[in-house]
């Protein structure tokens, strides 16, 4: 499976960044999608996550109330909308696809990773 995400870039605190990721070579809407970021020292810490069908969004607290994580199965990818964001969301994002049907907070569930697309927050 290939994933690639983009839609990073730098922003203003208090502004908007949509991100998506696009899945090919592997049966996608068959299994969840998650979306991680890491910062600079920091360790991979999860964002959002949504099941195979698209109607179970999980969130991390962090950011809930202010990101949307949706699919469409029909165009093999997933997106990330994030509002209000915030000078510490500040990283890189990941999108990765889930062994199983469901989304998950925890690195170990997925199996294939995007490379990352950076976004940035300015204070």
């Known amino acids: 499976v290939q994933l690639q995400a983009c839609g990073g870039g730098l922003v203003q605190a208090g502004g908007s960044l949509s991100l998506s990721c696009a899945a090919s070579g592997r049966t996608f809407s068959n299994n969840g999608m998650g979306w991680f970021r890491q910062a600079p020292g920091k360790e991979r810490e999860f964002v959002g996550a949504?099941?195979?069908?698209?109607?179970?969004?999980i969130y991390a607290d962090s950011v809930k109330g202010r990101f949307t994580i949706s699919r469409d199965n029909a165009k093999n990818t997933v997106y990330l909308q994030m509002n209000s964001l915030k000078p510490e969301d500040t990283a890189v994002y990941y999108c990765a696809n889930a062994r199983g049907a469901l989304g998950s907070p925890h690195t170990y569930d997925y199996v294939y990773w995007g490379q990352g697309t950076q976004v940035t927050v300015s204070s």
């Open positions: 949504i099941n195979w069908r698209g109607n179970v969004p």
